[in-house]
């Protein structure tokens, strides 16, 4: 279980992440939603510990996060894996390496890439490719894929450190409708198939209502709604969208969902 704690981050006089505190369970799907600006990738950051609370815990089974150092530190990182809108794929290289570089800490990337990786590793890495459908372009430069296409590799390259818990900042906001359907899925096949907590930011409501188990509303760096899709009526969305500072050209587009 991963819990938050009264988790707070102030940047100068903005409060990004404002007394955050909630509970997920194992193999919950949830969908974090809100505005531009408010504090989605922040309360990520916070999670795996790309950034240091102003003050606040993270909690996983039930061990604090929020101090770890060195060895143990990058152990939570490999527990808890992060994928981004940006799919931060090496072009130049194959599929197949880009994915084995997930199976390896940083330093040993450079050591590893000028050697061979070990046939287990390999035949793990098409495994992971093959569950997210890609196993057919394993060597194919990654470069020369489609944006749904990167964003499935980057979510194998995530699970070759086989992690309990998946963070996923924005995967779909720089794809086509049908693209983010294939990505959704592949996170919903992983979350259902292997009992993988997930943890996805999302622009979009709809999205959220259909692919999420859970669906937490944020504002202003504070949780606003907490619950299943199916509670999220006028009144909550009103709440998540209507008020606090954000980004407008962003919330524009958010709004548009909600009024689908
Ligand atoms: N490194 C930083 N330095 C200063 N301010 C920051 C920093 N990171 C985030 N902020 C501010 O914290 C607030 C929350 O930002 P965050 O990126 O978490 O929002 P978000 O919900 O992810 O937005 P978006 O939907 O646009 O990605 C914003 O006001 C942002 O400007
Ligand atoms: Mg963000």
Redesign the pocket.
């Known amino acids: 279980m991963l819990e938050l704690s009264g988790l707070q981050k102030t940047?100068g006089e903005?409060r990004?992440v404002d007394g955050v505190s909630f509970r997920v369970h194992r193999g919950e799907m949830v969908g974090i939603i809100?505005r531009?600006?408010?504090?989605?990738?922040?309360l990520m950051r916070l999670i795996n510990r790309l950034c240091e609370p102003t003050s606040g815990e993270v909690f996983f089974e039930k061990a604090s996060v929020t101090g770890l150092k060195g060895k143990a530190l990058r152990s939570w990182r490999r527990r808890c894996a992060m994928v981004f809108q940006q799919f931060n794929l090496v072009p130049r290289l194959d599929v197949i390496t880009n994915v084995l570089v997930g199976s390896l800490a940083e330093r040993d990337v450079f050591s590893a890439l000028a050697k061979q990786f070990p046939p287990e590793l390999r035949a793990r890495a098409i495994l992971e490719l093959d569950a997210l459908g890609m196993a057919n372009v394993a060597l194919q430069r990654a470069g020369t894929l489609s944006g749904g296409q990167q964003q499935r590799v980057a979510i194998a390259r995530a699970m070759m450190q086989r992690p309990d818990v998946l963070l996923a900042d924005?995967p779909i906001s720089s794809l086509d409708p049908i693209n983010a359907d294939l990505v959704m899925n592949s996170l919903k096949r992983l979350n259902q198939d292997r009992n993988l907590t997930v943890v996805v930011?999302l622009?979009s409501l709809d999205i959220a209502r259909r692919y999420c188990s859970r669906v937490i509303g944020m504002a202003s760096g504070r949780v606003v709604f907490d619950g299943a899709p199916a509670l999220l009526d006028d009144n909550c969305v009103d709440r998540i969208y209507a008020s606090g500072a954000g980004?407008r050209q962003?919330n524009l587009a958010a709004l548009e969902q909600v009024a689908v």
């Open positions: 940047f903005t990004a809100g531009s600006g408010s504090g989605k990738s922040t924005e930011n622009h980004d962003s």
